[in-house]
């Protein structure tokens, strides 16, 4: 069964950082690409970040660029999104989606297959 696991969310001060997992099971990533999304409360969910199967092409949305990182570890089964200067406005539920590999860029939650179960991110002083 083609499982993603999210996980390092948690409370975190203004300014604070946090390096959120997604862990695969029952399939390997190499072959995917992996976005990560957030949903916060009342609000729909925007797409965050974008990783190639390979690693070599990222994307990021423009209310995080400069603060995000996304990277992978194929060995793993694991891709990551270290997030930097952490905002109240970044509080939200974070996932992590897979989709098979094709060339571009993917920010549409329509494009991708299989999600996780999300882990939960506030910030707040």
């Known amino acids: 069964q083609l499982q993603l696991v999210e996980s390092g969310g948690g409370l975190v001060q203004p300014g604070g950082s946090l390096r959120l997992s997604c862990a695969a099971s029952?399939?390997?990533?190499?072959?995917?690409?992996i976005g990560w999304f957030r949903q916060a409360p009342g609000k729909e969910r925007e797409w965050v970040s974008y990783?190639?199967?390979?690693?070599?092409?990222?994307g990021y949305a423009g209310s995080v660029k400069g603060r995000f990182t996304i990277s992978r570890e194929n060995a793993k089964n694991m891709v990551y999104l270290q997030t930097n200067v952490l905002k109240p406005e970044d509080t939200a539920v974070y996932y992590c989606?897979?989709?098979?590999?094709?060339?571009?860029?993917?920010?549409?939650?329509?494009?991708?297959?299989?999600w996780g179960q999300g882990t939960q991110v506030t910030v707040s002083s």
């Open positions: 989606a897979a989709r098979p590999s094709y060339p571009g860029v993917f920010s549409s939650d329509y494009e991708y297959a299989y």
């Open positions: 990783i190639s199967s390979s690693g070599r092409s990222t």
């Open positions: 029952g399939f390997t990533l190499d072959g995917y690409a």
